[in-house]
């Protein structure tokens, strides 16, 4: 990184902060605090609910799992929008008409205190876990590509992130995640424009889809009903609505981000505009990794994109073994380069798509050879390289500038997404555990304090699951993963409530202990793709919950 990148990088994360911190300065109540005043316009909740979402992860994940697996991931996302729909008409007249500050402050009302705890207690435990996620995301593959200390960079964007968190609250929250946006998809249009500009003269954009297709990388839509295949049409419309319904319906971290609207009608606008712009926007950033796929298909690449990794098995007895995989890996590059060259002008010849495929496959078995031996030079380091992918295309293509414009979108995304989660994640402690299983006579001067305390004491929780935590298969499939063992169960207990009148809180505190042991027996013994767990977790809680209401009534009338 070049001085001009730094400058960049700098100030960009300096102007979010301290524009959050003086725009919202001086919260003296706590329904400025935790609702913002509920003065939010929709644009603002839209972009809100979106930037909470769109992680860190997202954008260092998405286009790593698209250059290797292809745009098939976008199927993930394909019932959000129905997710949305529903939320606007059942969830969000509900929690307008109570005035709640919490998702679960209606699980008392219909249930009681101990349901609404337990509810609150599940939440805390996911997304308290996910915020060390976010956190650790940006943190791990800064600190492999630009050798900066993982512990420090954990510990910064946590602070950057509670400082302007636990000064201004809620509104703190949605007024900086537009700066964010803005800046993230400035950095992504940017970053695809070079993409393009960067292929051959003769490639054009349309040429580079073809060749990306003659990979397999355009292949989106996957109706089979294989539970073995992870990313399907079936699993993203039924398991993905499911998923959505859960964490936009139930989650605090994205309910709270509504509750700000000023109107029924701007908090469901919010969510319709989010709705309609999120799947495009994840088959965008796909698409960004599908491109860098293209670039690299005539461009030298590494043969592990984890510098970590590649520089621990240079340096060990299989160094020359290793060296031997990455000539042959320059030499499968070139006839690739040259193939896909000849195809890129002849995109009718068959034989060339032959013969991508099986530079292709001898390309992955090659990867494999070298995984295996980076296994056998340090069994613990992480060979997965899918979350270095893009990172790496940024630090060794982009011009000066625009690599700390690019680094500043992955940071800005780790605080807008953890910003929301903490913010979250002190609402709930604050309001549905401190004020009505401790303390229920005090003023509000007093609970925003405790909010903010609680905004603090979640941060360096945070700070410290990222510094303990350890790189999955990818990044963003974890986070899913976690939200999907608790989510189902969470929506369930929510669905009682909304739509099964005769179910009491006895039958339901007791079904969704069981529910939770069960899901993640199912998860731990992989019964299922974790995207199933969602609509297994809420149909069983509330199989359960009715079987038990049943049984008690009868045995009541028995007696």
């Not at 260092?60 to 008409?89: E, R």
């Not at 010849?349 to 031996?373: F, S, W």
Request: charge should be positive; include cysteine.
């Amino acid at each position: 990184m070049q001085q001009l990148d730094w400058i960049v990088l700098i100030g960009t994360l300096f102007f979010i902060v301290a524009y959050g911190v003086y725009k919202t300065k001086g919260s003296k109540n706590v329904d400025d605090y935790i609702k913002g005043g509920s003065e939010a316009k929709w644009w603002t909740i839209g972009l809100s609910v979106m930037a909470t979402q769109a992680s860190a992860i997202t954008f260092l994940s998405t286009p790593g799992q698209a250059f290797h697996s292809g745009m098939g991931f976008v199927q993930f996302y394909f019932g959000l929008p129905i997710a949305m729909v529903i939320i606007c008409l059942v969830f969000i007249p509900i929690y307008h008409r109570l005035k709640v500050y919490t998702a679960y402050e209606y699980l008392e009302t219909r249930f009681d205190l101990k349901t609404r705890s337990l509810a609150a207690i599940l939440f805390l435990i996911q997304r308290g876990l996910a915020a060390g996620i976010t956190i650790f995301a940006p943190a791990i593959i800064l600190s492999a590509v630009l050798g900066w200390d993982l512990t420090t960079l954990n510990i910064l964007i946590g602070t950057l992130v509670i400082i302007y968190t636990v000064t201004g609250g809620t509104k703190a929250v949605s007024v900086t995640q537009k700066q964010q946006m803005a800046v993230i998809f400035a950095g992504m249009f940017v970053a695809f424009y070079l993409i393009v500009s960067y292929l051959p003269a003769d490639i054009s954009f349309s040429k580079a889809l073809k060749i990306a297709g003659a990979s397999g990388k355009m292949d989106i839509l996957d109706f089979s009903f294989n539970l073995d295949n992870r990313y399907t049409f079936w699993s993203g419309i039924i398991g993905g609505s499911f998923l959505a319904l859960s964490y936009f319906g139930t989650d605090q971290s994205q309910v709270q981000r509504y509750l700000s609207g000023k109107s029924v009608k701007e908090m469901q606008l919010g969510l319709i505009f989010n709705g309609l712009l999120k799947v495009p926007m994840q088959f965008f950033i796909l698409l960004v990794g599908v491109m860098v796929f293209v670039f690299y298909q005539f461009n030298a690449s590494p043969l592990n994109f984890n510098p970590a990794a590649t520089k621990t098995v240079q340096n060990s007895i299989y160094g020359a073994e290793y060296e031997q995989l990455e000539n042959k890996h320059k030499e499968i590059e070139l006839q690739k380069a040259e193939v896909n060259l000849k195809y890129g002008n002849n995109l009718n010849n068959v034989g060339l798509v032959t013969e991508i495929k099986n530079l292709n496959a001898l390309d992955i078995e090659n990867r494999a050879q070298a995984k295996a031996l980076i296994i056998k030079a340090a069994p613990s380091a992480e060979t997965n390289d899918k979350d270095y992918v893009f990172i790496h295309f940024i630090l060794n293509n982009l011009p000066r500038g625009l690599i700390g414009l690019l680094l500043a979108v992955i940071l800005s995304a780790a605080m807008s997404s953890t910003a929301s989660e903490l913010n979250a994640l002190a609402s709930t402690t604050a309001i549905d555990l401190y004020k009505r299983n401790v303390t229920s006579k005090k003023t509000d001067a007093h609970y925003v304090k405790a909010s903010k305390w609680f905004t603090l004491t979640w941060g360096i929780i945070a700070i410290s699951v990222a510094c303990v935590a350890s790189l999955f298969d990818n990044l963003i499939q974890l986070v899913n993963i976690i939200g999907s063992i608790f989510y189902g169960n969470v929506l369930g207990i929510f669905l009682l409530a909304f739509f099964i009148k005769y179910v009491k809180s006895n039958a339901v505190f007791l079904a969704a202990l069981i529910t939770q042991v069960i899901v993640i027996i199912g998860w731990y013994f992989d019964w299922m793709p974790y995207l199933w767990l969602n609509l297994f977790g809420c149909a069983l809680v509330m199989l359960i919950a009715v079987i038990i209401q049943i049984f008690t009534k009868n045995k009541l009338v028995a007696v």
